[in-house]
Each structure stands twice: as structure tokens, then as C-alpha cells.
């Protein structure tokens, strides 16, 4: 994934689909894959997703004004297809959408040095 959004596949990873030639507002940061492994979806600084293959867009950041940029994206653990995802921009600020819980956020806090990801945890 480059930062414009141009996704590239290698081995026996299937392309989906890109932002490559699509004007961004801003740079593509991260990705998931959804559970099928059919699609995928992308999110840029702003909060903007894109989703791609079985990947359903669930809503973004992306007409919001953010206090700091967006650094990540994780999914929530669900079967089958991309049924919501969380957002998390460099000062801790936690989005959720879809079936995603909001289960809180560092927004508020102060942090000793910005947030520059974020993965999912199994529930249950």
C-alpha cells in the first residue's frame, strides 16, 4: 500500500481495488483485511475509508475537523465480512463505526508521545 493509496499484490494476494488514481485530501495510513480475506478496506490521516472487495465502508472521519491526524485502523472480530473497525488519530482520539464499541479513548489525556497505531484485541 503506498501512501496515495495504490495497493500492489504479490504471491497469491488478490488486488481488490486502489485510491492510486484517485485525488486524496490526504495520505493513505493504514489498512485491515477483512476476515475473508476478499477485500479490504483503507484509511487515509484524515479519517477517510475506503473499502475495496467484500470490505463495507461502516463510516469515517472524513468531513470531521480532527484535532490529530489519523495513524490506524483494526477491525473488530467479525465473521465473514468487515462489519465495523476503529479509527485511532496520533493523539489518542478512538473512532468507532459499524458493530465496533466505543470502549474509550486517550483524546483527552496528554500523552507522553503520539499514538502511531493500533491493533485488535480478541473479546471473549
Request: cysteine-free; charged content about 10%; proline content about 6%.
Amino acid at each position: 500500500m503506498a501512501s496515495d493509496g495504490g495497493v500492489f499484490a504479490f504471491g497469491d494476494a488478490v488486488f481488490r481495488g486502489s485510491t492510486g488514481a484517485i485525488r486524496l485530501n490526504r495520505p493513505v495510513v493504514g489498512t485491515t483485511a477483512t476476515p475473508s480475506g476478499k477485500g479490504y478496506a483503507l484509511v487515509a490521516s484524515d479519517g477517510g475509508v475506503f473499502a475495496f472487495g467484500d470490505a463495507v465502508f461502516r463510516g469515517s472521519t472524513g468531513a470531521l475537523r480532527l484535532n490529530q491526524p489519523v495513524v490506524g485502523m483494526a477491525p473488530t472480530p467479525s465473521i465473514g465480512v468487515l462489519n465495523g473497525y476503529w479509527l485511532v488519530a496520533s493523539d489518542g482520539g478512538v473512532f468507532a463505526f459499524g458493530d465496533a464499541p466505543f470502549l474509550g479513548s486517550t483524546g483527552a489525556i496528554r500523552l507522553n508521545r503520539p499514538m502511531v497505531g493500533m491493533a485488535t484485541a480478541s473479546f471473549g
